[in-house]
């Protein structure tokens, strides 16, 4: 089994939303070992600076490397929504389908994944739409991203089915993961 892992934004040696990182880690644990809580995050982490850092923390049963990586953004002008009956539940380090899926359209910044007959999520991000009143975030995402989850529980997100017909009639359009947070984007959608 491939190494489960999470990003983790750290800036000014502050981790941010360490709360829900733990808590997908606790239950990645419990679902695939049949473990209880044994990790602490918050323990583990010490950045070798005040700078922004992607933090990787790979586990399994427990930690095995944990990543300082400086950070840049990745700017997404077009997606491609692409058909796919891929399955992330869990976030792991081996991400060949996804990168499968990238390569065959590497013409575009990203994808949009369509399951069922839905939209889920990008290759490195969930995503929203907005109606100009509120914002709503697939029902069924690939992964719920510790962003996404933290947007949802503050009441900022709402739940919704959005079928590919449906996004022309949203006003906006945002990603959102560890690293970036909630960013609304102005992308060509196909």
Not at 62 to 88: D, F, G, R
Not at 134 to 153: A, I, S, Y
Not at 154 to 171: A, H, M, V, W
Request: proline content about 3%; glycine content about 4%; hydrophobic content about 35%.
């Amino acid at each position: 089994m491939s190494l489960l892992f999470e990003t983790i934004k750290i800036e000014n040696r502050q981790a941010s939303n360490l709360i829900y990182h733990q808590k997908r880690l606790n239950q990645a644990q419990k679902a695939l070992f049949g473990l209880a809580p044994n990790i602490d995050l918050k323990t583990h982490l010490q950045a070798p600076s005040d700078a922004l850092y992607r933090c990787r923390v790979m586990y399994d049963r427990k930690i095995q490397s944990i990543e300082y990586l400086p950070y840049a953004t990745k700017e997404i002008h077009t997606l491609k929504i692409v058909t796919s009956s891929l399955e992330y539940h869990y976030k792991y380090t081996d991400r060949t389908a996804l990168n499968k899926l990238l390569e065959t359209y590497s013409e575009y910044d990203d994808i949009l994944i369509e399951k069922e007959g839905f939209i889920s999520d990008t290759s490195i991000a969930n995503v929203a739409f907005s109606d100009g009143t509120q914002w709503f975030t697939p029902t069924h995402p690939l992964l719920k991203g510790t962003m996404r989850e933290k947007l949802l529980d503050e009441g900022f997100l709402k739940e919704k089915d959005i079928r590919k017909d449906d996004i022309s009639s949203y006003t906006q359009v945002a990603l959102m993961n560890a690293m970036i947070g909630f960013k609304t984007i102005d992308a060509k959608i196909e």
